[in-house]
């Protein structure tokens, strides 16, 4: 899409009732960021609430009682995320991911994936529609999500060990439940299941072997997520993560490991089979080996605000477009004009930076708001 097609975001939020019609051409097509990189995964955020707090998230005592979150008026309703994704489809995006906080406490949520699930890309192919959980609701809902259209769930588990479980969700929620809606989702049909571990060294790295052993040749692929200074409020330290490296070393020592390649460009885990045809693990290494050259991602807020990077501190707000008069040329254009002035990529630069006069980093938003 030529430049003279896109609209300024700001002139849109002043935009009169009728649109000028240099402006009104429809802004479709693949979306390349300033440093040639595609469109193609939007991660919606459903809510900013969670059941769990686990510390490298939502850390009890700044998630407590008094805090604030978004009023049920400031969310996007499902007709205005529906109208948005159908957008970004038409600019190239081909995979949709429903988080949040957790996705699952969102009220009537298959009803939105069933609009989604309706939504084709201009070649007329459904969306990959997916959905990041902490599984402690998934037994009961499982079988709804996957009659409303969702191909595929990743759940978050990270550790088997129930103790060790319980701590790190803060919230004593049994390891038990969450691997019940792992089988609940298997015997849906929402396959290939992902199982996500967050490696805190220190914490659950103990973990590492026995959740190796557990999902080895059960046809769910387990991830290993290096634990990242996202947000403000985690208080990370670079003492606490664990390399993926090292990861990788500790399974292939019981296990011998092979290198596979990456199933689609812009995927954001390292995967590994087992040598022995136990299937596979991945290891995503956002700190230690940064894959911003190839991301790919815009995150949705649950109110709107549309995000470039996992560490931006600001969104472009687009509930002002949905709410006033733009119509669906106006905001495609306005999504094609923020693609195209993107140059995130924090993680490649964050050995660059010294931690403690990062002024940034106490205003970047949580990953339970953006979405992680
Ligand atoms: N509540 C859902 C869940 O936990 O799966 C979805 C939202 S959660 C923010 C999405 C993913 O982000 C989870 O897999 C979680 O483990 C991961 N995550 C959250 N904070 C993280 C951090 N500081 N470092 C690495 N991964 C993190
Ligand atoms: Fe909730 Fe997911 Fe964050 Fe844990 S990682 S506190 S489950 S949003
Ligand atoms: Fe993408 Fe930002 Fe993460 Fe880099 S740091 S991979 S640009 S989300």
Redo the contacts with the bound molecule.
């Keep these: 899409m030529s430049s003279q097609h896109v609209v300024k975001i700001a002139e849109i939020g002043r935009a009169p009732r009728a649109a000028p019609a240099a402006h009104a051409v429809p802004a479709t097509g693949v979306l390349l960021d300033r440093l040639a990189r595609p469109l193609t995964d939007l991660r919606i955020?459903v809510t900013d609430r969670?059941n769990?707090r686990?510390s490298?998230?939502m850390p009890k005592e700044v998630f407590d009682k008094d805090y604030q979150y978004l009023p049920h008026s400031a969310l996007l309703s499902f007709e205005e995320i529906t109208r948005l994704a159908r957008l970004f489809a038409s600019h190239g995006v081909r995979k949709i991911r429903l988080?949040?906080?957790?996705?699952l406490l969102r009220k009537n949520l298959e009803v939105l994936v069933e609009q989604l699930a309706a939504l084709r890309t201009p070649q007329g192919q459904p969306l990959d529609l997916t959905l990041?959980?902490?599984?402690s609701l998934l037994a009961r809902k499982a079988g709804a999500l996957k009659a409303a259209g969702l191909n595929r769930v990743?759940?978050?588990l990270?550790g088997l060990d129930d103790t060790v479980f319980r701590r790190m969700n803060d919230v004593d929620f049994p390891v038990a439940e969450v691997l019940a809606g792992i089988e609940a989702a298997k015997a849906a049909g929402l396959g290939p299941i992902k199982v996500?571990?967050?490696v805190k060294r220190g914490t659950n790295e103990q973990e590492i072997l026995p959740m190796a052993r557990h999902f080895r040749g059960s046809g769910v692929v387990l991830r290993f997520?290096?634990?990242?200074?996202?947000?403000a409020t985690?208080g990370?330290r670079m003492d606490e993560v664990l390399p993926s490296a090292e990861v990788v070393r500790r399974i292939g020592a019981e296990f011998p490991l092979v290198p596979l390649e990456a199933s689609a460009p812009g995927e954001t885990a390292q995967r590994w089979a087992y040598a022995d045809g136990g299937g596979e693990i991945g290891v995503?290494s956002?700190v230690t080996q940064a894959f911003c050259h190839d991301c790919s991602r815009a995150r949705l807020s649950t109110e709107g605000k549309l995000y470039l990077c996992l560490f931006a501190s600001q969104g472009h707000d687009l509930r002002p477009l949905l709410r006033g008069d733009a119509d669906d040329a106006q905001i495609a254009s306005a999504l094609g004009h923020i693609w195209q002035g993107r140059s995130d990529r924090y993680s490649e630069l964050r050995a660059s930076r010294v931690p403690d006069t990062d002024a940034g980093a106490a205003r970047r938003v949580e990953?339970?708001y953006i979405?992680?």
């Design positions: 955020s969670c769990f686990c490298y998230c988080t949040g906080g957790e996705p990041t959980t902490n599984g990743t759940v978050s990270d996500n571990m967050v997520i290096e634990y990242m200074d996202v947000g985690n990370w995503i956002s990953m339970s979405g992680g």
